[in-house]
């Protein structure tokens, strides 16, 4: 069965702190992994993808597939990092199941 | 980038009514579209898939003759909550992905059904 699990409902940092959301994952092939992120009153938006290998906004993201994780590391978190932020495997043409999301909250 | 668009932003009905909610991608044609419906401070959770031209493939616990899901066209999808309780009382949201394979989905701003 295809699963994900972010095990933080909320993970709270203060300013200038290193972040890391968890992030492991059952999936039956070989899913691409997404990090979709919900500001407040926002729409859902892509934060990133593995595939591209990208840092988008400082954050970066590495697939371990010994592990099934695809967590989610900042080294400095900023205040306006605070947000819902999900996980998410893929199959092209599929709908994305997300987990429970992890809300950041990042206070000064 | 694609944009999808989803309309109306908020509704509020009577309980028993029907709400229709669209969504529309609008610089590329989708034969897939997927709904989710999200309460507060949860998760998305998937609905169903929209197939244009098909009947929709509904989630196991949803309702299929309460929410009736058309896909008439490569760009349009609509949802409509029938006859509406409290308890649909929901955020509901619509995404859609570009035909190429790898493409990301895009997701419409969503819509705040409330039943009264």
């Known amino acids: 069965a295809q699963r994900v699990t972010q095990p933080e409902k909320l993970l709270s940092v203060f300013k200038g702190a290193p972040v890391e959301l968890k992030c492991n994952y059952s999936?039956?092939?070989?899913?691409?992994l997404f990090w979709y992120v919900q500001y407040s009153r926002q729409r859902l938006q892509l934060l990133l993808r593995?595939?591209s290998r990208e840092s988008i906004k400082g954050f970066t993201a590495d697939l371990n597939k010994g592990e099934t994780s695809f967590h989610l590391k900042k080294p400095f978190a900023q205040e306006e990092d605070s947000a819902m932020y999900y996980c998410a495997p893929n199959q092209a043409g599929t709908a994305l199941i997300f987990g429970k999301g992890t809300t950041l909250s990042v206070s000064s | 980038g694609a944009v999808v668009s989803q309309h109306p932003s908020w509704v509020i009905c009577k309980s028993g009514t029907s709400v229709k909610i669209e969504c529309r991608s609008l610089d590329f044609q989708a034969t897939t579209m997927f709904w989710y419906r999200q309460f507060p401070k949860q998760s998305l959770m998937l609905m169903a898939t929209s197939n244009e031209g098909s009947k929709a493939t509904y989630e196991q616990g949803v309702e299929k003759d309460k929410f009736l899901i058309n896909h008439a066209s490569l760009t349009l999808s609509t949802l409509t909550v029938t006859s509406a309780h409290p308890e649909d009382s929901s955020f509901y949201i619509c995404?859609?992905?570009?035909?190429?394979?790898?493409?990301?989905?895009?997701f419409g701003s969503g819509t705040q059904l409330s039943v009264l």
């Open positions: 999936y039956s092939g070989s899913p691409e």
């Open positions: 995404s859609a992905s570009p035909p190429r394979r790898s493409e990301k989905l895009f």
């Open positions: 593995h595939i």
